[in-house]
C-alpha cells in the first residue's frame, strides 16, 4: 500500500513515524509536509501542493489546520488515492461543516473519506466512539486498520491475578499501545481499568483536551482514547490465558 501522509508539526510525524515502523514491510510511507496558510477559505489549491505528487493508494490526513484540510481533495485527485482517512483528535482542525463540504465532494469523485474520533478509534468497518461512531465501506481503509486502530491485545495471567504479559494485536497509530503495555505487566489484573486507560494518556496522549459539548454532557476526545484502551484491556482480560506463577516468573 502506498500512503501519503499530510503533516504540519509533530503530531503528523510522531504518528507517521509510527506506522512506518510498524507497519507491513511492503507499505510505502511518503510525508507532505503542509505549508501555513493564512488565507481562510482556499481557492487555488494547487498553489500550495508540490510540483509533482506520487501515486498514493490513501491518503492519511494529520495536519492542523483547517486551511490544510481544505487542500485533500485536490492531493487526492493528483495522487489517484481512492481513500482518506482524516483525523479528528481535534475538532478545531476540521469542523463538522467542513467534514460534511469533503465527504459531499470527495464522494461525487468515488473516493472514501472518514473521520476517526479520536484516530485510534479505527476499526475496519467503522470509526468514532459513542456519538460519534460511524460505519464505512471500503477496502483501503479497512487494510489499514488491520494494522493500526483501536487496540486489540491478548493477556497472560498468572495464578496469583498478576499480569504476566500483553501481547498487541493491533496498536494505535501513535504508537501509546505499544507504551502502555509495557507498563501494565505485572500489575494486579483487577486494577488493570481503568488504570492502564491512564497510563495510556500519559504517553502522551496527542487527542485534544478541549472540552467538547456532547449529548451526555461535556467531554473532550482524550478521554475517549483512554476509553478506548480500557475496552481493549478489558476484552483482553475477559479471554485471558492462564499461566502458572512459575511461567510468570521466567
Not at 500512503?3 to 510525508?31: C, F, M, S, T
Not at 467531554?219 to 482480560?237: C, K, Q, V, Y
Request: proline fraction near 6%; hydrophobic fraction near 40%; include cysteine.
Amino acid at each position: 500500500m502506498q500512503i501519503l501522509v499530510l503533516v504540519q508539526g509533530i503530531y503528523g510525524h510522531r504518528i507517521a513515524d509510527n506506522i512506518r515502523d510498524k507497519g507491513p514491510a511492503d507499505w510505502e510511507v511518503r510525508i507532505f509536509e503542509v505549508p501555513a496558510i493564512s488565507e481562510q477559505v482556499i481557492d487555488e489549491p494547487e498553489l500550495y501542493l508540490p510540483e509533482k505528487i506520487l501515486p498514493a493508494d490513501l491518503i492519511l490526513h494529520l495536519a492542523e489546520s483547517q486551511q490544510a484540510a481544505q487542500l485533500i481533495p485536490a492531493v487526492a485527485q493528483a495522487s489517484g488515492a481512492k481513500a482518506v482517512i482524516a483525523s479528528i483528535d481535534s475538532s478545531v482542525w476540521i469542523p463538522v461543516g467542513l467534514r460534511n463540504q469533503l465527504r459531499r465532494e470527495l464522494s461525487k469523485k468515488g473516493i472514501t473519506i472518514v473521520f476517526p474520533e479520536p484516530l485510534c478509534s479505527l476499526d475496519e468497518s467503522s470509526v468514532g466512539y459513542g456519538e460519534t461512531l460511524q460505519p464505512y465501506t471500503n477496502d483501503i481503509i479497512s487494510s489499514f486498520a488491520r494494522c493500526f486502530g483501536k487496540p486489540i491485545l491478548e493477556a497472560e495471567i498468572d495464578e496469583a491475578g498478576k499480569i504476566t504479559d500483553v501481547k498487541v494485536k493491533r496498536g494505535s497509530p501513535c504508537g501509546s499501545t505499544e507504551y502502555t503495555v509495557g507498563r501494565v505487566r505485572g500489575m494486579d489484573a483487577e486494577k488493570a481499568v481503568p488504570t492502564a486507560g491512564l497510563m495510556c494518556l500519559h504517553y502522551p496522549c496527542l487527542a485534544s483536551m478541549r472540552f467538547e459539548q456532547t449529548d451526555a454532557g461535556v467531554d473532550t476526545i482524550m478521554h475517549n482514547s483512554g476509553r478506548i484502551f480500557n475496552e481493549g484491556m478489558e476484552n483482553a482480560l475477559k479471554n485471558k490465558k492462564q499461566t502458572s506463577a512459575r511461567e510468570g516468573r521466567g
